[in-house]
């Protein structure tokens, strides 16, 4: 049997926009912060000579739905015939946080599986383990995002590179004030295409370079306001597409305003705040110094309607 775990990132640049192909080729670069408390764990185990490989939840974890197990063994089928590998596998799996959360599972689960998978090739074949930039490439395949979370804390994708980012910050931590959307989500592969509506989609990939340059630049000199003010922007672009989409779509609550209110409030208030962002999804993921955790974390718990998930670098 194989095992292999890996954690969900956060982005500040967004990938939003992919290239036709189903290679999952972002249309710009992105940047993240892996979410090392967020994780999924893979077990991966030979069970015959032939037939199709099979999906099993990890006791103790929350059910996923079908359509995502589908994807998620698809992906497994491709690679293990791509690596000329025989035989019929179970794929166990699971979250170590709420899949009702709203947290995007797929970076964490692909970086897993393409991880676990890996190693069983390996073992398999007699062969060594390609390199972390050739894996996280191919797991891109399998889910865009999830090529970030194999390297940390801070990991730039940009076209075929992806790699580790300087940092000057101190550590941070992830306080993601979690709320009820309530509402019908739109799955990010459906944003992705429906972005390339809007017609703010123009000019879209220069924002986005323009400011991955200007926040690798403030990353690494330690300047947090400006990484906040960058993330900030981000975070107004992608949502702005989503709503002038042809047709428009949001993932907005209500609690998702008033918390953007609080932390525009609180930076006004005080000369210093948190970095915001938000994915494709109601909630918000407040990035702190880990030194001010519990402050930040008093503000938020006082704020209704939302609860706090924590999670470190
Ligand atoms: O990897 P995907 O296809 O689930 O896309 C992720 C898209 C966002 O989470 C909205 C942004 C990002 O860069 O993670």
């Not at 037939?51 to 939840?57: E, L, V």
């Not at 050739?134 to 075929?160: D, H, I, N, Q, V």
């Not at 990353?219 to 949502?239: N, P, R, T, Y």
Request: net charge neutral; glycine share 8%.
């Amino acid at each position: 049997m194989w095992k292999a775990s890996a954690p969900s990132n956060i982005a500040l640049i967004k990938y939003m926009g992919k290239e036709s192909g189903g290679e999952n080729v972002a249309v710009n670069p992105s940047l993240s912060m892996t979410l090392d408390a967020f994780r999924t764990q893979v077990e991966i185990e030979k069970i015959g000579e032939e037939g199709p490989d099979r999906w099993r939840q990890l006791a103790n974890t929350d059910p996923l739905r079908a359509s995502s197990t589908t994807r998620f063994v698809n992906f497994f089928t491709k690679l293990k015939i791509e690596q000329g590998i025989s035989g019929a596998f179970e794929i166990r799996s699971g979250n170590n946080f709420p899949s009702d959360a709203g947290l995007a599972s797929s970076a964490s689960s692909f970086a897993a599986l393409t991880l676990a998978a890996y190693e069983a090739f390996s073992s398999l074949a007699s062969r060594p383990l390609p390199s972390k930039a050739e894996m996280a490439l191919k797991s891109r395949t399998g889910s865009g995002s999830s090529c970030r979370s194999f390297f940390g804390p801070w990991c730039a994708w940009e076209g075929k590179s992806i790699g580790a980012v300087e940092s000057g910050l101190p550590p941070l931590v992830d306080l993601v004030a979690v709320m009820d959307g309530g509402f019908k989500k739109v799955s990010s592969s459906d944003a992705h295409r429906r972005v390339q509506s809007s017609p703010l989609f123009e000019g879209r990939v220069d924002r986005a370079q323009k400011r991955m340059r200007e926040i690798t630049g403030a990353l690494s000199e330690g300047h947090f306001q400006k990484v906040a003010e960058i993330s900030w922007a981000e975070l107004w672009d992608m949502h702005s597409l989503f709503h002038t989409a042809e047709p428009p779509f949001f993932y907005f609550a209500p609690e998702t305003i008033s918390v953007l209110r609080w932390c525009e409030n609180f930076w006004e208030k005080n000369g210093r705040g948190p970095i915001a962002t938000i994915d494709a999804g109601p909630n918000v993921h407040f990035l702190v110094p880990e030194s001010a955790t519990e402050e930040y974390r008093r503000e938020l718990e006082s704020l209704p309607g939302l609860r706090v998930m924590e999670s470190r670098a």
